[in-house]
């Protein structure tokens, strides 16, 4: 009796959370991969069971692939850099220096503003000759560059602003992640004479990977869902150069308004970013320190 | 001893838990009571408020696609309708551009929530049509009276709102593109600021007179993001071709259609009087405004916002020709949805009836840019006065009689996006204009089989 009492208690301490699981993850997960096995329905073509075109029809769609390598690439330009910037951030601002709060305000700050505001200030950083990186360097001498128009400059200029974006939010783990490291261990090292080098390689960073793990998943599922800046600055363009998959997935669903290719290619990158986090739990996880 | 204490102060804890659950039971059932009375009351009001002004209510979704204090002015339009019928509240919510509108009235379609009109995207016609979201005004209107006011548009503007024999759309805010030039510019290079170029040949040869060598100054900037097909159908347009031949089939593999794109390339790359690659659509009237381009091809609906921002001399030209002139007609177009009751259909009307009228249409028209939907329009003193001091307002509207329908099939979006990667492939150099236009014709013939 007692026991039924606790479990029915149990139960409904959980239930607002599996509720809103349920109504807003699972439900719409299983309709999307329903979906994708239907054609759409419109007065001219009723809807029918379809099965795996959609994913046929994908594997031969060239803007598919390129929005797959696009995003691939993003992931590689600003994953490591982000991190990489994050740990130089926040070992600057653990430091007892003047105007600290100050700094870490400064860093923080990308982080705070929304995307979309984000966005519309690049973009007149990176307007040709009005931009401020243009008139920067023509001072110098430089030929005017309109790096969102050019197929070869879109690219990692829209990683160079997730960068800047991203690498203040990752800063704020790092820096959680070094105040947990206990001082006598700087003190010990700094008795041996070690270097502040070999004392951050060999203390600091393997202390710091649980951070890095959870850092490093968090950003590999940002560059893949991170795309509002797109819709500012380059819709995707010029020819797809810029195009990532959950804009084209936007794109096929609420402007072309296919449903169920729009479904088919969720479902890619939905079973491609479980597979990720599932890989780097099994195989990072191991060589992380948890104390 | 210890035993007996914990023991008594266990019951104690028993007596109190029941004394609080009824004290709870009690406090429920009157909380029940207030409720259930509170609840009577507020229906009684409800039902005697609904009984004293049966009130139409309606939502209506509307885009701003070139920015500025658009969204003030259309609030005015419909404060200004509603205290002119009580009867009638009308709920007008922007929602962003065009694209985002459609989705924002498609999924309140989707939610059983649905909006009764909307300004919508003039070219989504033929999706709206196949969603079976929206009715035909034809069979909206009754009297003759109306059917005149069905026929009170320019022609041209009413091309795009019409599928399968019947009228889908009325025209709201309705464009062409035309070229604006910076006179003082003009005068620097010793052009006759009031002749613009009227050919591509003039054209070319007034920019290259206006570009400076040392890049601070462009002779002219065509926008190559977010419309780019619509630009295409000018250059298309004034080399004689027509973008679409019919609401299923494209024609963007016609030789002339293939010039028009090698055409437009040739003004970075040959001619150098455009910046190379792209340009952008947002920040191109930054670019006029600061002096950076000394012509531009844009909406109309930018000019109120040009006119208040620019700080030297401008003027408003048609586009210039090639073997014609030419321009696509752009811009929303009102839509009923199909999903509403008689009272809400009649409501519609009385406000798209409103909003289109001559003089709303005239003061809409002064505070965009955008054209007066109506030749009655132009014969309001607002626009007339505002026309005589203001030549440039009325370029747009003169530009009409050489202006096609903007580019609309089945499946609009996905063929533009055809289109519009092919020209960006183009200008960028990727492809050239016969290799990115014939396939950008092959994947439209794909999408556009089934609907022939």
Known sequence: MKDNVRNFQGWLLFAPAAILLLAFTHYPTVTTFLNSLYTNKSIIRPRRFSGIEGYESMLSDPIFWKVFANNMWLALGTIPTSIGLAIIMALIVNKAIPGRGLLRMAYFTPTMLPMIAVANIWLFFYAPQIGLIDQATSIFGFESINWLGNPSTVLPSIMVMTVWKEAGFFMVFYLAGLQTISPELEEASKLEGSSRWNYFWRVQFPLLLPTTLFVLINAFLNSFKLVDHLFVLTKGGPDNASNLILYYIYETAFSFLDISYASALTIFLLVLLALTALAQFLFIEKRVHYR | MISVLFRRSAVEGQMKKKLRLTLGRNKVKKLLRKLSYSLTVALGISMISSAAIAKTELTMYYPVAVGGALTQTVDAIVADFMSKNPDIEVNAIYSGNYDDTRIKALAALASGNPAQLSVLFSIDVHELRELDAIVPFDDLVSSSEEKAWLNSFYPSLMENGVAAGKTWGIPFQRSTIVMYYNKDAFREAGLDPETPPATWGG??????????????????????????????????????????????????????????????????????????????????????????????????????????????????????????????????????????????????????????????????????????????????????????????????????????????????????????????????GSKTAKEALTDAQAAAERILKPYR
């Not at chain 2, 909406?299 to 921002?309: D, P, W």
């Not at chain 2, 009923?336 to 798209?352: G, H, P, V």
């Open chain 2, 203 to 428: 054209l070319i040869a007034a920019a290259k007179a206006l570009t400076k060598d040392d890049g601070s100054q462009w002779g002219l900037m065509i926008p190559s993001t977010g419309y780019p097909y619509w630009m295409f159908g000018a250059l298309a347009m004034q080399n004689g071709q027509t973008l679409m031949t019919s609401s299923d089939k494209t024609n963007f593999d016609h030789p002339d259609v293939i010039e028009a794109l090698e055409v437009w390339k040739s003004f970075g790359e040959e001619h150098k009087i455009m910046p190379k690659g792209i340009i952008e659509w947002g920040t191109l009237r930054q670019n006029f405004l600061e002096g950076r381009t000394a012509m531009m091809w844009h909406s109309t609906g930018n000019l109120t916002t040009v006119k208040k921002k620019a700080d030297f001399d401008f003027g408003v030209a048609m586009l210039p020709a090639g073997k014609r002139r030419g321009t696509p007609t752009g811009g929303g177009n009102f839509y009923i949805f199909k999903d509403t009751s008689d009272a809400e259909r009649k409501a519609s009307m009385k406000l798209i009836k409103f909003m289109t009228a001559p003089e709303n249409s005239a003061k809409w028209s002064v505070a965009t840019g955008y054209m007066g939907v109506s030749p009655d329009a132009y014969e309001t003193d607002t626009l007339k006065s505002y026309v005589a001091a203001f030549p440039p307002a009325a370029v747009a509207r003169d530009q009409l009689k050489y202006a096609t329908a903007e580019f609309s099939t089945y499946q609009t979006s996905r063929v533009k996006k055809g289109l519009n990667d092919a020209i960006q492939a183009t200008l960028v």
